[in-house]
């Protein structure tokens, strides 16, 4: 079974610039969600997709967007970077079920200079 | 509001000691409650999990007890090792609107001495 993973590990991008950031869910899962994690904090929640629609969305502004395709993998694009933008960001998938278990992938560090 | 604290760290331990992780939280409705690890340069791994009041959440010798009267969810082990170094994240899980969301503390960092 293989995991979530992430790509790319890293990357150092300039203020005002756009990212994109890509996540495969685990085998199985038709769920992902997004976390910001800035440094020595937890994650926050970006947003949800379920079945390549958008299900539900924390505090960020709408330069957050992301897709989710029929292979239930994911990205996260973020538009017109703020240095306040560094930071570790997780992608998590689910099966949708009750036990509402979620699988992290290893993270994107991302740096805005 | 939903909210998660933690102690704050590091936590400096000798090997063998006891942990003890507080975790209290602030909900509406009536969540789920975890515990996630984090070792360096790594993603989240889920820990231990209650889903309900009195549910106790226990593996690889940690354990939790899901206390709604005192809102809490304290992380515990007899006796760590040197690899249990990471930082530890209590989260509580709700489902809002369409979603399901963890919302989580500011996570605890342990250190263990050999």
């Known amino acids: 079974e293989t995991g979530v993973t992430q790509s790319p590990t890293h990357l150092i991008k300039t203020r005002g610039q756009q990212v994109t950031l890509r996540c495969s869910s685990q085998?199985?899962?038709?769920?992902v969600s997004w976390y910001q994690q800035a440094l020595g904090q937890g994650p926050q929640f970006i947003f949800q997709?379920?079945?390549?629609?958008?299900?539900g969305r924390g505090n960020f502004p709408p330069r957050f967007s992301g897709l989710q395709f029929p292979n239930y993998s994911s990205e996260l694009n973020v538009n017109a970077l703020e240095l306040d933008d560094s930071a570790l960001y997780l992608c998590?998938?689910?099966?949708?079920?009750?036990?509402?278990?979620?699988?992290f992938g290893p993270g994107t560090r991302l740096t805005v200079t | 509001g939903n909210s998660v604290t933690q102690m704050e760290g590091p936590v400096t331990l000798s090997e063998e000691a006891f942990l003890t992780i507080n975790c209290t939280y602030t909900a509406t409705g009536y969540p789920s409650l975890f515990w996630y690890v984090q070792y360096p340069g790594e993603g989240l791994q889920l820990l231990l999990k209650a889903t309900k009041a009195d549910d106790k959440g226990s593996n690889k010798g940690f354990e939790a007890t899901y206390r709604k009267e005192t809102t809490s969810f304290h992380l515990e082990k007899g006796s760590v090792q040197v690899s249990d170094s990471a930082v530890y994240f209590c989260a509580l899980g709700l489902r809002m609107d369409s979603s399901y969301k963890l919302i989580f503390g500011s996570g605890t960092r342990l250190l263990v001495r050999p």
């Open positions: 085998s199985g899962h038709n769920t």
């Open positions: 998590a998938s689910n099966d949708g079920g009750p036990k509402h278990e979620q699988y």
């Open positions: 997709y379920y079945r390549e629609e958008e299900n």
